[in-house]
């Protein structure tokens, strides 16, 4: 009996807004316990939340680019339980009419491969604190700074069928929020968060198994590290006659299983009911066409246009627009200097090199400006400077941020396309080694290399490679033919 | 209690016959004799602390009297006067019901779990009254987290009615009631959850309005339920109460549920006619009382109105019991979640011995609450539970609708509704508290109004056999009070009820 | 509808009270008499009806995405029971 198997993902967002959803205290991160907290995020008696514009017009931004229907009417409501990072002992979230519903990503696999997967709904809610415990004593130490985020959830349909496209759909929302710039994306400091929903089910069969949820993973790897881990813990048990448990399990990345939770209460009764402090939320059909016009370019529909408008090829069109920042160097660096091929090849080949990027390749803290790079580029495929001392130069740019120019005036580093220069050069390394010239006259062509070598050393790198070959076997024909 | 003052109550005269103090006198009275400097604000507050003094032991208006910041304000509200920058209420001395925070001045709610909350934040009412340059005397007396009516859930015990000590002075806000009726304060504000400023203001011969909800900042009232509390001015007549609407009616943006519009002034319609106006009767209403001497106020009341000009027709809420049951949902069940947050972990009490996380919660909760809020608080969240919400909450929620309805298509045939406050005068302390469905109809006056979040007065009508105060009710449609002040205004001209004072 | 004791328990924990046993019977009792009289509301038809979301007819009003001062940190721990530096301090949880 083979089985397949059926994930849905939940993804928590932070809002990338100054002020927290309800109240007007900063967002900002590490600040001393408790510092950014008012009577309002402290759940104080008497209290009353307000919506942040902002963070409503980023969940509308990400419900457009999600392809979702917009309710015009939500309701915010309260999500009740007991937990010591939860100040008012219940959460303001969304439940019976979110914002936004049945929308699709398409998230193209390792394979090639574009799936599309569904989103079931995606709703506003405020974070909860941190709660700290203490390592020897029976204490924990709650810190409400980021009590009152604005979050967004996306929930997707159980669409993804494997532990790779879970990563491929998590890396694709990721890009988009980063993209739309109303999230950082950065799931080690919790900025992103995921949550899986797993089942497994006969091959072929269409009504779900139980599932479990797994939670506690907090890299992309872990995620499918976990959702590998209890699709065959799953699957060893259905083989066995056993039946499976619906539960909440942990995923512990030491050891890479899941866990049961010892259950803290018989599954929540969220006791969900509309939050009365605020009413209805209306979302203006203007407002969303005004967003969807001023939308910023999604990571794959930019990539499709750099194929097509570039003519790059797609693997590089990928790497260029990983980052919303990345690419917008490669575009204004082809503005200047209309060799997108080139302004490609070097921005994967040298400048990532030198930002020694991971998959994010954190361009902001590149010292070379679009500006200097296309002066750079210019100046090579002109032919005043070579390849390899492009290279060169490009180093000293990054390490002092000056121009171009500058570094090749500085140090006379202008290459040599003087054809009788380069003939003075060739007869000098010529002359200076007779031996060497018999040997090649005698039939060692290998020797050809050597001279080219020298006549490059000789030259500190500046004699235009091209013209050195051209007129080194010119005088080499000519002094093999006396 | 404490000392407040050295020496006797500061009396005014000006060649009257009979001497009134001046903490029987009323707002709009003194304001006047401010504007002429016949007064100073200290002389007011004094004469007010004196009184407290005097009679607080036997009334127990007041969970905390706050004499000095009293005199403060006082001083300064004088020195406001002297410059030329006062406004109408300026220098008059207020008692707020213990559920409005008040920054830096315990807040308790007349609960032990608050016993020891001091806010670090001015409810926004608690702001406008500081901005007129009024004079905060302290904070009232009222049932746990405004949940009874009858004041005797509180924690620090219960309040006295005025006009007969072993008698209930109503609830939730019976603090701010007694002590404008006993002359401790000479306003107060209060809160209206379910008939919470009207009751006690019926019970104590005083006059009261829960305005229309949304028209007063809930920011820093604490919650008993959000979609029903409203705070509302208690007074010894409608003069007093157009001059508190004026300052405290407004739009918040802190408070979500706070309505953007303009509100007039409400001392416009103190002088208006009342003639050619309509009253509604509605029969459901009427076919509860049974109570002969509350039956006699409401056909003298009548005969007032008519005097005046003002007809009457029969009419019919045909949901309306309907819709004072799905209260007892819809409040115990938003109670039940804006009370989750009195666990112990930030402020208030927190219970001394507990084994875990858990633990504490539920000792802390179980020591700070009183029965009557436990109570609540279970039914409450049982209504949410899993399994419940659909016949309970969201039926309510539908039934409330329906009331709703009812009072507006009632409103096509009156002006405002006309009804009593209570069924009956104030009952004795101890007499219906282990009955609670006995307590709750105490309300049916009162809770349609809430469920439809129309404003309401109420006014006193009469006195019972016995000596104690019969109240009278006045409803309007939604953002109407000016009515009401019109139409109390006109029944005070005419009668003297709301001019007697209990002797203490 | 009759309430059980374990219904009782079971709401008590989800309020989190802690209830003597007394208390329990007596809220039994009482919570039973309340929601009887609750049960009429299932007489009246409200098929078409929408339920109120409050009493005003409005939507929920934005703030701007302005940043304004928190609380001083002194101000914010006043009233704690418990803490330790500038965190509340809590019962770990057993999980």
Same mark, same amino acid.
Request: net charge negative.
């Given at each position: 009996?083979?089985?397949?198997?059926?994930?849905?993902?939940?993804?928590?967002?932070?809002?990338?807004?100054? #002020?927290?959803?309800?109240?007007?205290?900063?967002?900002?991160?590490?600040?001393?316990?408790?510092?950014?907290?008012?009577?309002?995020?402290?759940?104080?008696?008497?209290?009353?939340?307000?919506?942040?514009?902002?963070?409503?017009?980023?969940?509308?931004?990400?419900?457009?680019?999600?392809?979702?229907?917009?309710?015009?009417?939500?309701?915010?409501?309260?999500?009740?339980?007991?937990?010591?990072?939860?100040?008012?002992?219940?959460?303001?979230?969304?439940?019976?009419?979110?914002?936004?519903?049945?929308?699709?990503?398409?998230?193209?696999?390792?394979?090639?491969?574009?799936?599309?997967?569904?989103?079931?709904?995606?709703?506003?809610?405020?974070?909860?604190?941190?709660?700290?415990?203490?390592?020897?004593?029976?204490?924990?130490?709650?810190?409400?700074?980021?009590?009152?985020?604005?979050?967004?959830?996306?929930?997707?349909?159980?669409?993804?069928?494997?532990?790779?496209?879970?990563?491929?759909?998590?890396?694709?929302?990721?890009?988009?929020?980063?993209?739309?710039?109303?999230?950082?994306?950065?799931?080690?400091?919790?900025?992103?968060?995921?949550?899986?929903?797993?089942?497994?089910?006969? @091959?072929?069969?269409?009504?779900?198994?139980? @599932?479990?949820?797994?939670?506690?993973?907090?890299?992309?790897?872990?995620?499918?590290?976990?959702?590998?881990?209890?699709?065959?813990?799953?699957?060893? +048990?259905?083989?066995?006659?056993?039946?499976?448990?619906?539960?909440?399990?942990?995923?512990?990345?030491?050891?890479?299983?899941?866990?049961?939770?010892?259950?803290?209460?018989?599954?929540?009764?969220?006791?969900?009911?509309?939050?009365?402090?605020?009413?209805?939320?209306?979302?203006?059909?203007?407002?969303?066409?005004?967003?969807?016009?001023?939308?910023?370019?999604?990571?794959?529909?930019?990539?499709?246009?750099?194929?097509?408008?570039?003519?790059?090829?797609?693997?590089?069109?990928?790497?260029?627009?990983?980052?919303?920042?990345?690419?917008?160097?490669?575009?204004?660096?082809?503005?200047?200097?209309?060799?997108?091929?080139?302004? #490609?090849?070097?921005? +994967?080949?040298?400048? +990532?090199?030198?930002?020694?990027?991971?998959?994010?390749?954190?361009?902001?803290?590149?010292?070379?400006?679009?500006?200097?790079?296309?002066?750079?580029? @210019?100046? +090579?495929?002109?032919?005043?400077?070579?390849?390899?001392?492009?290279?060169?130069?490009?180093?000293?740019?990054?390490?002092?941020? @000056?121009?171009?120019?500058?570094?090749?005036?500085?140090?006379?580093?202008?290459?040599?396309?003087?054809?009788?220069?380069?003939?003075?050069?060739?007869?000098?390394?010529?002359?200076?080694?007779?031996?060497?010239?018999?040997?090649?006259?005698?039939?060692?062509?290998?020797?050809?290399?050597?001279?080219?070598?020298?006549?490059?050393?000789?030259?500190?790198?500046?004699?235009?490679?091209?013209?050195?070959?051209?007129?080194?076997?010119?005088?080499?024909?000519?002094?093999?033919?006396? | 209690?404490? &000392?407040?003052?050295?020496?006797? &109550?500061?009396?005014?005269?000006?060649?009257?016959?009979?001497?009134?103090?001046?903490?029987?006198?009323?707002?709009?009275?003194?304001?006047?004799?401010?504007?002429?400097?016949?007064?100073?604000?200290?002389? =007011?507050?004094?004469?007010?602390?004196?009184? =407290?003094?005097?009679?607080?032991?036997?009334?127990?208006?007041?969970?905390?009297?706050?004499?000095?910041?009293?005199?403060?304000?006082?001083?300064?509200?004088?020195?406001?006067?002297?410059?030329?920058?006062?406004?109408?209420?300026?220098?008059?001395?207020?008692?707020?019901?213990?559920?409005?925070?008040?920054?830096?001045?315990?807040?308790?709610?007349?609960?032990?779990?608050?016993?020891?909350?001091?806010?670090?934040?001015?409810?926004?009412?608690?702001?406008?009254?500081?901005?007129?340059?009024?004079?905060?005397?302290?904070?009232?007396?009222?049932?746990?987290?405004?949940?009874?009516?009858?004041?005797?859930?509180?924690?620090?015990?219960?309040?006295?009615?005025?006009?007969?000590?072993?008698?209930?002075?109503?609830?939730?806000?019976?603090?701010?009631?007694?002590?404008?009726?006993?002359?401790?304060?000479?306003?107060?504000?209060?809160?209206?959850?379910?008939?919470?400023?009207?009751?006690?203001?019926?019970?104590?011969?005083?006059?009261?309005?829960?305005?229309?909800?949304?028209?007063?900042?809930?920011?820093?009232?604490?919650?008993?339920?959000?979609?029903?509390?409203?705070?509302?001015?208690?007074?010894?007549?409608?003069?007093?109460?157009?001059?508190?609407? &004026?300052?405290?009616?407004?739009?918040?943006?802190?408070?979500?549920?706070?309505?953007?519009?303009?509100?007039?002034?409400?001392?416009?319609?103190?002088?208006?006619?009342?003639?050619?106006?309509?009253?509604?009767?509605?029969?459901?209403?009427?076919?509860?009382?049974?109570?002969?001497?509350?039956?006699?106020?409401?056909?003298?009341?009548?005969?007032?109105?008519?005097?005046?000009?003002?007809?009457?027709?029969?009419?019919?809420?045909?949901?309306?019991?309907?819709?004072?049951?799905?209260?007892? =949902?819809?409040?115990?069940?938003?109670?039940?979640?804006?009370?989750?947050?009195?666990?112990?972990?930030?402020?208030?009490?927190?219970?001394?011995?507990?084994?875990?996380?858990?633990?504490?919660?539920?000792?802390?909760?179980?020591?700070?609450?009183?029965?009557?809020?436990?109570?609540?608080?279970?039914?409450?969240?049982?209504?949410?539970?899993?399994?419940?919400?659909?016949?309970?909450?969201?039926?309510?929620?539908?039934?409330?609708?329906?009331?709703?309805?009812?009072?507006?298509?009632?409103?096509?045939?009156?002006?405002?509704?006309?009804?009593?406050?209570?069924?009956?005068?104030?009952?004795?302390?101890?007499?219906?508290?282990?009955?609670?469905?006995?307590?709750?109809?105490?309300?049916?006056?009162?809770?349609?109004?809430?469920?439809?979040?129309?404003?309401?007065?109420?006014?006193?009508?009469?006195?019972?056999?016995?000596?104690?105060?019969?109240?009278?009710?006045?409803?309007?449609?939604?953002?109407?009070?000016?009515?009401?002040?019109?139409?109390?205004?006109?029944?005070?001209?005419?009668?003297?009820?709301?001019?007697?004072?209990?002797?203490? | 509808?009759?309430?059980?004791?374990?219904?009782?328990?079971?709401?008590?924990?989800?309020?989190?009270?802690?209830?003597?046993?007394?208390?329990?019977?007596?809220?039994?009792?009482?919570?039973?008499?309340?929601?009887?009289?609750?049960?009429?509301?299932?007489?009246?038809?409200?098929?078409?009806?929408?339920?109120?979301?409050?009493?005003?007819?409005?939507?929920?009003?934005?703030?701007?995405?302005?940043?304004?001062?928190?609380?001083?940190?002194?101000?914010?721990?006043?009233?704690?029971?418990?803490?330790?530096?500038?965190?509340?301090?809590?019962?770990?949880?057993?999980?």
């Amino acid at each position: 009996m083979e089985y397949e198997a059926v994930i849905g993902l939940e993804v928590h967002a932070q809002l990338l807004t100054d #002020s927290k959803a309800f109240c007007s205290c900063t967002t900002r991160f590490g600040a001393e316990p408790n510092t950014n907290t008012c009577p309002i995020c402290l759940g104080m008696p008497g209290v009353l939340p307000v919506l942040n514009r902002k963070a409503l017009e980023f969940t509308v931004r990400m419900a457009i680019a999600c392809n979702c229907t917009i309710r015009e009417t939500s309701r915010f409501a309260r999500k009740n339980y007991y937990y010591p990072d939860l100040p008012k002992n219940y959460q303001i979230s969304q439940y019976e009419l979110p914002v936004a519903e049945h929308g699709w990503v398409d998230v193209e696999t390792v394979s090639g491969e574009v799936r599309r997967i569904g989103l079931t709904r995606i709703h506003m809610e405020e974070d909860a604190g941190k709660l700290i415990h203490d390592e020897n004593r029976p204490v924990s130490y709650v810190d409400l700074n980021r009590t009152g985020v604005p979050l967004i959830e996306i929930v997707s349909e159980p669409d993804i069928k494997s532990p790779e496209e879970a990563a491929a759909y998590l890396r694709t929302l990721r890009s988009m929020l980063v993209y739309l710039e109303i999230c950082d994306g950065n799931m080690e400091e919790g900025s992103f968060r995921c949550d899986a929903n797993v089942s497994i089910r006969p @091959k072929g069969e269409t009504v779900l198994g139980v @599932k479990t949820e797994v939670k506690n993973m907090n890299s992309f790897r872990n995620v499918q590290r976990a959702l590998q881990y209890e699709i065959e813990r799953q699957t060893a +048990m259905l083989k066995d006659g056993e039946r499976i448990v619906q539960e909440t399990r942990l995923f512990d990345p030491s050891t890479g299983a899941t866990a049961s939770m010892r259950s803290k209460e018989q599954a929540h009764d969220y006791r969900y009911f509309p939050d009365p402090d605020l009413l209805p939320l209306r979302v203006d059909p203007a407002l969303v066409e005004r967003i969807r016009a001023e939308l910023p370019e999604l990571p794959a529909q930019k990539k499709e246009r750099f194929i097509q408008q570039f003519g790059i090829p797609p693997y590089d069109a990928g790497v260029l627009t990983a980052s919303k920042p990345m690419a917008e160097y490669f575009e204004q660096t082809v503005k200047l200097h209309p060799n997108p091929k080139a302004v #490609s090849n070097w921005i +994967m080949t040298e400048l +990532m090199r030198e930002l020694k990027g991971a998959d994010e390749s954190d361009i902001s803290t590149c010292p070379v400006s679009p500006t200097q790079l296309a002066d750079l580029l @210019k100046l +090579m495929d002109s032919g005043t400077i070579s390849g390899k001392i492009a290279k060169t130069v490009f180093e000293e740019m990054y390490s002092t941020g @000056k121009d171009p120019g500058k570094i090749i005036e500085e140090k006379g580093l202008v290459q040599v396309s003087d054809t009788s220069e380069i003939l003075s050069l060739v007869q000098t390394v010529l002359d200076d080694n007779a031996g060497e010239l018999e040997k090649f006259l005698a039939g060692k062509t290998k020797i050809r290399g050597f001279f080219v070598g020298q006549v490059m050393k000789i030259s500190k790198g500046k004699a235009n490679p091209a013209l050195v070959n051209q007129v080194l076997d010119e005088e080499l024909r000519r002094r093999g033919s006396k | 209690m404490g &000392n407040l003052l050295p020496g006797p &109550n500061p009396t005014f005269r000006e060649g009257m016959q009979t001497v009134t103090q001046l903490y029987d006198m009323t707002a709009t009275e003194l304001a006047r004799l401010l504007r002429e400097k016949k007064v100073s604000s200290v002389e =007011i507050t004094r004469s007010v602390l004196g009184r =407290i003094e005097a009679v607080e032991g036997k009334i127990r208006s007041y969970v905390t009297v706050t004499p000095e910041i009293a005199l403060d304000m006082a001083k300064e509200a004088d020195a406001r006067i002297a410059a030329g920058d006062s406004r109408p209420l300026t220098g008059i001395p207020i008692a707020v019901k213990d559920n409005m925070c008040t920054r830096g001045v315990r807040t308790t709610c007349g609960s032990r779990i608050l016993a020891n909350f001091v806010p670090p934040y001015d409810a926004t009412v608690v702001g406008l009254l500081r901005r007129e340059g009024m004079v905060m005397l302290g904070k009232a007396n009222m049932d746990e987290f405004a949940m009874g009516s009858s004041t005797e859930t509180s924690y620090w015990g219960p309040t006295h009615n005025p006009w007969d000590l072993e008698r209930i002075p109503g609830g939730s806000s019976g603090g701010s009631a007694a002590a404008v009726s006993a002359g401790e304060a000479i306003v107060s504000l209060g809160s209206d959850t379910g008939g919470s400023i009207r009751l006690p203001a019926a019970f104590c011969g005083v006059t009261g309005i829960k305005p229309t909800y949304g028209s007063i900042s809930r920011y820093g009232l604490v919650a008993y339920a959000s979609s029903l509390d409203q705070i509302g001015p208690i007074g010894r007549d409608v003069w007093d109460l157009a001059l508190l609407l &004026n300052v405290l009616c407004g739009h918040d943006p802190a408070d979500s549920t706070s309505v953007p519009r303009q509100y007039p002034d409400f001392t416009t319609f103190l002088d208006k006619s009342v003639k050619g106006m309509t009253l509604g009767l509605p029969q459901e209403f009427f076919s509860k009382l049974d109570n002969p001497e509350v039956q006699h106020a409401i056909s003298e009341a009548r005969a007032v109105f008519e005097g005046l000009g003002v007809k009457f027709v029969e009419l019919s809420l045909p949901t309306l019991d309907y819709g004072i049951a799905a209260y007892y =949902i819809i409040a115990p069940s938003e109670a039940s979640s804006n009370l989750a947050r009195y666990d112990g972990v930030k402020y208030g009490h927190r219970a001394g011995e507990f084994e875990s996380m858990i633990d504490m919660y539920c000792r802390t909760r179980a020591e700070g609450f009183g029965p009557e809020v436990k109570r609540r608080i279970m039914l409450g969240t049982y209504a949410l539970s899993s399994g419940y919400y659909d016949a309970y909450y969201l039926k309510a929620a539908k039934v409330r609708t329906l009331i709703t309805q009812d009072f507006e298509k009632a409103f096509e045939k009156c002006d405002a509704i006309f009804c009593p406050t209570a069924p009956s005068p104030a009952f004795k302390i101890g007499e219906k508290i282990d009955d609670p469905i006995q307590m709750y109809l105490t309300d049916v006056f009162t809770i349609p109004v809430n469920m439809a979040g129309l404003p309401g007065m109420a006014l006193p009508g009469g006195m019972s056999r016995d000596g104690l105060p019969i109240g009278l009710q006045l409803i309007a449609p939604h953002f109407e009070e000016s009515r009401l002040v019109q139409l109390t205004a006109a029944f005070q001209k005419t009668t003297d009820h709301h001019l007697k004072r209990p002797t203490l | 509808m009759k309430i059980t004791p374990e219904q009782v328990d079971y709401v008590a924990l989800l309020g989190r009270l802690a209830l003597e046993p007394e208390e329990k019977k007596k809220y039994m009792g009482q919570l039973d008499d309340i929601l009887k009289y609750m049960d009429m509301l299932a007489e009246v038809p409200t098929d078409d009806v929408a339920p109120m979301a409050g009493s005003v007819e409005l939507y929920t009003p934005l703030r701007e995405d302005d940043v304004k001062a928190s609380l001083p940190v002194e101000e914010a721990l006043a009233n704690a029971p418990a803490r330790a530096g500038t965190s509340f301090r809590v019962p770990k949880i057993l999980e």
